[in-house]
């Protein structure tokens, strides 16, 4: 009797082991086809290169969006947008010896240069409306604007400054386009998981100023597609950490760190050459031969000073069987950048069936 329980209890252990064995090769199995439907992006770039503002436009796109508490949310960092601008600009006029042309506008400098934080659901306080609108319209201000690009002045403020008295009103509630313009500096990695068609993306956002850089190497490994954002108006700008450097002149030496390193040599590397809008607004009024004594085109050709700048980063990799693919975007216009993520999934798919045939 003892004997046969034995057996009976021994027969059970081996059942339960062998169905404990299919359990854990069916979940192998459920991963490993999960992750083959799975494409790992990383965002790379300089500092304002405009990580963060794709990272925002595919949850726009592929996502459910921005939600009302969220847009409640970068209503305060709109606000601290604008209110730390005009305290960079204020500081940059004492480097450059710049006064105010209306003495009366003195009087909402003490204001602008608190630290004001608001609650989320704080409305934007009235008393800045009338400091903020008599600022911009003082020459001095302006002049001060028009040499950002010697003291790292964020590119979104003449787009808040076209509609401001809409951020001020009781039930302002931050737009799509708002929140792309909207900056808030990346720090440490934020993922973002988005569905294209039979793929699952994960994008990884990183912080793209030099003190942030150090983190990016816990994100290499396993990255099937590599997405570094240059802006090219930057060409004639400054760091925000660093006043004697030149964003493009940073770019490049980072690019070409990147796309040489061991970590992406089985890497899709993807060249997004953004802020193309911004790029042929300043072109006119802003030599690239002055930064880039190498440039002889014509200085007010669009075209052709934007070709000079990709070809500059394509000619930085050492890997001839390397292919760079490369696209002029405005990542805040959603149209145009999910036209340009259409041909990145196309080239995606692409590289997957080809990887599969070989």
């Given at each position: 009797?003892f ?18 064995t ?31 503002t794709?990272?925002k436009q ?67 306080p ?5 400091a ?17 690009n010697?003291?790292?002045l ?13 951020l ?41 100023q030099r003190?942030e ?30 006043k ?8 490049l030496?980072?690019f ?41 085109g ?18 930085l ?9 490369s696209?002029f975007t ?10 340009t ?18």
């Amino acid at each position: 009797m003892f004997k046969m329980c034995f057996g009976s209890s021994g027969d059970d252990d081996q059942k339960k082991g062998l169905a404990r064995t299919r359990e854990i090769d069916g979940m192998i199995r459920r991963d490993e086809k999960k992750k083959s439907n799975e494409v790992k992006l990383l965002l790379l770039g300089a500092g304002e290169s405009g990580k963060s503002t794709v990272l925002k436009q595919m949850k726009l796109i592929y996502a459910s969006g921005f939600s009302k508490s969220e847009r409640e949310d970068w209503r305060a960092i709109i606000f601290s947008n604008i209110n730390n601008a005009y305290k960079v600009i204020l500081e940059a006029m004492e480097e450059l010896e710049i006064g105010l042309a209306e003495p009366s506008n003195e009087q909402y400098v003490a204001l602008v240069v608190l630290d004001r934080d608001l609650g989320s659901k704080e409305t934007l306080p009235a008393e800045y409306l009338i400091a903020f609108k008599n600022l911009w319209t003082d020459a001095g201000i302006q002049n001060a604007i028009e040499k950002g690009n010697e003291f790292a002045l964020h590119d979104n403020l003449t787009y808040f400054f076209s509609d401001i008295d809409r951020l001020f009103a009781k039930d302002y509630i931050p737009t799509d386009q708002d929140v792309l313009r909207s900056r808030l500096r990346t720090t440490g990695i934020t993922e973002t998981i988005f569905e294209l068609g039979s793929l699952t993306y994960r994008m990884f956002d990183v912080g793209g100023q030099r003190s942030e850089r150090k983190k990016w190497i816990h994100c290499f490994e396993g990255v099937n597609c590599l997405l570094f954002l240059v802006a090219i108006s930057g060409y004639d700008q400054c760091l925000v950490e660093d006043k004697d450097a030149n964003q493009m002149q940073e770019a490049l030496m980072l690019f070409e760190s990147i796309v040489n390193s061991q970590w992406f040599a089985r890497s899709a590397i993807i060249l997004f050459l953004n802020k193309i809008d911004l790029f042929k607004e300043k072109l006119p009024g802003s030599a690239i031969s002055r930064y880039f004594p190498d440039y002889t085109g014509d200085p007010t050709d669009n075209r052709l000073a934007s070709k000079f700048f990709e070809t500059k980063f394509r000619g930085l990799n050492r890997n001839p069987n390397k292919d760079i693919y490369s696209h002029f975007t405005n990542a805040t216009d959603t149209n145009l950048l999910k036209i340009t993520m259409t041909s990145v999934q196309d080239m995606i798919i692409q590289r997957n069936l080809h990887q599969l045939i070989l």
